[in-house]
T-cell receptor, first 117, second 114 residues
Framework: GAGVSQTPSNKVTEKGKYVELRCDPI?????LYWYRQSLGQGPEFLIY????????DSGLPNDRFFAVRPEGSVSTLKIQRTERGDSAVYLC???????????????FGSGTQLSVL | SQQGEEDPQALSIQEGENATMNCSYK?????LQWYRQNSGRGLVHLIL?????REKHSGRLRVTLDTSKKSSSLLITASRAADTASYFC??????????????FGSGTQLTVLP
């Protein structure tokens, strides 16, 4: 696609519910990243995929958070038993994946605003 | 945790003035990047500077890097109202193999008044 697409753009849910957030990366990008951004803060790393595998999931805050990328393209971030503290903007980014991290430009989607009531 | 910290947190200037934002980071890096974020939008890559470079230009942007002080600055010359946004620096530590985190600072909110 022309850019990174994230759906939905807004998600309101109740405490304790399960949510799925979707990311469509730029076609041909092998690397995909999920970040979380709270108001007034910078993005906080959650997980990074190279192809289908999660190469670094050290940023996931606890086992309620899980992400998949079964075919090496679209990714889904899954949050179980949501809590009010999970409210944030969830950003997805992709990159070519052919250089060491830090040497690559990341392309971001517009994010999903998650609100847990 | 945030690897980088931007300074100032907020900056308000008149159109036509220059804006300077600073970033400090904690660990040794190979590269440092700057991103811009308009309200309610994703981040957009502005410029990348490598650890063996001291200064880099791109249009109205000038970035400096001082690895001895672990700091970088972003200068926007002849600012425009459309430059109003949040600006973030981002770094990745020199990898030991498994670390792939690109870590962002907390950002500088720039407001350019017409």
């Amino acid at each position: 696609g022309a850019g990174v697409s994230q759906t939905p753009s807004n998600k309101v849910t109740e405490k304790g519910k399960y949510v799925e957030l979707r990311c469509d990366p730029i076609s041909g990008h092998t690397a995909l990243y999920w970040y979380r951004q709270s108001l007034g803060q910078g993005p906080e790393f959650l997980i990074y995929f190279q192809g289908t595998g999660a190469a670094d999931d050290s940023g996931l805050p606890n086992d309620r958070f899980f992400a998949v990328r079964p075919e090496g393209s679209v990714s889904t971030l899954k949050i179980q038993r949501t809590e009010r503290g999970d409210s944030a903007v969830y950003l997805c980014a992709s990159s070519l994946g052919d250089r060491p991290l830090g040497g690559e430009k990341l392309f971001f989607g517009s994010g999903t605003q998650l609100s847990v009531l | 945790s945030q690897q980088g910290e931007e300074d100032p947190q907020a900056l308000s200037i008149q159109e036509g003035e220059n804006a300077t934002m600073n970033c400090s980071y904690k660990t040794s890096i190979n590269n440092l990047q700057w991103y811009r974020q308009n309200s309610g939008r994703g981040l957009v890559h502005l410029i990348l500077i490598r650890s063996n470079e001291r200064e880099k230009h791109s249009g109205r942007l000038r970035v400096t890097l001082d690895t001895s002080k672990k700091s970088s600055s972003l200068l926007i010359t002849a600012s425009r109202a459309a430059d109003t946004a949040s600006y973030f620096c981002a770094t990745a530590p020199i990898s030991s193999g498994s670390a792939r985190q690109l870590t962002f600072g907390s950002g500088t909110q720039l407001t350019v008044l017409p």
